[in-house]
């Protein structure tokens, strides 16, 4: 009988470990499922996600940038919303500001420190020599750094911008979001480097990426969406600017050498990440396939509702209604008679809006592509990006 008192009194403690373990696992189950609540979004890219820096810097983005959605210019180069703008919307959040931007700004719920133009590594040129920013993601972590102390100092000694400015723990619980590095492989190219001496730059690019992030990490982050770079070699601005043989083309018309090389960059990109998990345990960092959600709608358009993937909608003349020369809002002469270069019919209907950057159905397109979290390495949905999997 006192063996089998033994016998039954170990099932028991087994059944009940077995228990808390179930429990345990339902517990983790529980919280990894719970949305996030990100009090705030912090963005830093480049004008794929600046929503007003570079206008606020060098004058504003002209019309008609803008008209489909803000009915005016709204500091973003595109006919509407960006990628970024539809992120903060799904967060319940309002669109960000940009840092630089001192009239009518909100910062309650975060800050924009992306411009167009910007690169990851800083530039040895003028914005006039190269049409790149001197805004490059250091200078952006650096006006991190003064927005953080700075928001503290205003907080406690003046409640008149106290409305506006985020509380301390945003900084620690907010999502932060990175979209940069194509301009500093478009750059490196249109600055008559080859694709070899652009891909020999980018272990140094990617170490100054790695300085940005530790750098934030330090601040408190602990959340980052980094979203990887596109497929440049489909883009009229680099079609026009670095022409290249037929045969170095795709099936939709792309350049498959600059696109080969978007595609290293991401893949070293991508090691970067995994480097970064194993350092920085404590952190969620989310790589997003901006890359293959975009080429997918180059190459599939018409079965989404798009047409001409490779033309801009605003723009004039030649193959792709691009000219180097003359940009989207600006004037042409033709004939003695002068010509703004407008939009077309239909932007909705159209991919590229301006030869360089989106239109805001593409835009929303893409978005809906990754928010679930289908474009992500750990599959992860943006509302669940302070989860680790």
């Known amino acids: 009988m006192e063996h089998n008192g033994c016998k039954t009194s170990g099932m028991k403690a087994y059944v009940s470990l077995i228990l808390i373990l179930l429990s345990n696992q339902s517990v983790k189950a529980n919280i990894s499922n719970q949305p996030c609540d990100f009090p705030a979004v912090f963005n830093f890219g480049d004008s794929n996600s600046d929503t007003g820096g570079l206008s606020a810097a060098f004058g504003q983005a002209p019309p008609p940038n803008g008209e489909t959605f803000f009915h005016r210019p709204a500091g973003r180069y595109s006919d509407g919303r960006l990628i970024i703008d539809f992120i903060v919307q799904s967060l319940g959040l309002p669109y960000l500001s940009a840092f630089l931007d001192a009239l009518g700004s909100n910062f309650t719920q975060g800050a924009n420190f992306a411009t167009g133009g910007s690169t990851i590594r800083p530039q ?81 690019i990617l170490g100054q990426f790695k300085t940005v992030i530790q750098d934030v990490h330090n601040k408190g982050a602990r959340s980052f969406w980094v979203h990887n770079t596109g497929p440049i070699g489909c883009l009229p601005y680099i079609l026009e600017h670095l022409p290249i043989k037929s045969e ?26 995994d480097q970064l998990r194993e350092e920085l345990p404590e952190t969620v960092i989310t790589y997003v396939d901006i890359y293959k959600a975009r080429y997918t709608l180059i190459s599939q358009a018409s079965k989404h509702g798009f047409e ?82």
């Open 124 to 204: 040895n040129t003028t914005r006039h020599q190269s049409g790149l920013s001197p805004i490059s993601l250091n200078v952006q972590s650096y006006q991190l750094n003064d927005f953080y102390h700075r928001t503290q100092i205003i907080r406690k000694e003046s409640r008149l911008f106290e409305e506006l400015l985020p509380k301390l723990e945003a900084f620690s619980r907010g999502l932060y979001t990175f979209d940069i590095g194509q301009n500093d492989l478009t750059g490196g190219l249109l600055l008559n480097l080859s694709i070899d001496q652009v891909k020999q730059s980018i272990p140094d």
């Open 248 to 273: 170095q083309k795709d099936s939709n018309g792309c350049a498959n050498p600059y696109n080969e090389l978007a595609q290293f960059f991401n893949l070293q990109l991508k090691d970067l990440i």
């Open 308 to 389: 001409h993937p490779l033309r801009a909608c605003c723009g004039y003349g030649g193959k792709y209604n691009y000219d180097t020369h003359v940009g989207c809002g600006g004037k042409v002469s033709n004939g003695g008679k002068e010509i703004f270069v407008g939009s077309c019919k239909d932007p909705s209907s159209r991919i590229l809006w301006d030869g360089i950057h989106y239109t805001e159905a593409a835009n929303k397109w893409v978005f809906d592509h990754i928010v679930n979290g289908s474009s992500s390495d750990t599959l992860v949905p943006l509302h669940l990006a302070c989860h680790r999997k």
